[in-house]
């Protein structure tokens, strides 16, 4: 019997998709305005699934302010208020598109939470725009 326990958190940060290989015009085509020179910010969301049994002693699958720490400290701290391109190594070699932001907070949650639990992640770039990543 596995239940599902959810976080949302969120971070502002800024970025600029493009690849320096390109030109700007194909940048711009590809891109659009994600990819102006100048940069621009986003407010994303998060929502953090975790799946697993009940634990019969606790009740709990997690505890809830364990993986609310594990954001904070993981992802909140290192991406809230930051320049993606520019502060986070790892994308300077990959363009921070919320395909791949997604998959990097999903990498870096995975190895703090218990491998017999299931991990997803739901990155919300806009309201309406969002994507989601489960290690598949
Ligand atoms: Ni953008």
């Not at 599902?4 to 502002?12: G, I, L």
């Not at 907070?105 to 990543?133: A, G, H």
Request: net charge positive; proline share 2%; glycine share 4%.
């Amino acid at each position: 019997m596995n239940v599902t326990v959810s976080r949302k958190a969120h971070f502002n940060a800024a970025h600029r998709l493009f690849v320096k290989e390109w030109s700007d015009e194909k940048n711009l085509n590809v891109f659009g305005v994600c990819s102006n020179s100048n940069y621009h910010g986003h407010n994303y969301e998060i929502i953090v699934d975790v799946t697993g049994k009940v634990d019969p002693v606790t009740g709990m699958v997690i505890d809830l302010k364990t993986l609310k720490d594990i954001i904070k400290n993981e992802i909140e701290d290192l991406m809230d208020h930051k320049n993606l391109n520019l502060d986070i190594d790892y994308f300077k070699k990959v363009v921070p598109t919320a395909e791949n932001i997604c998959i990097f907070i999903w990498n870096k949650l995975r190895i703090k939470i218990n491998y017999n639990k299931k991990l997803e992640v739901t990155l919300y770039e806009t309201p309406r725009n969002f994507v989601k990543y489960n290690g598949n």
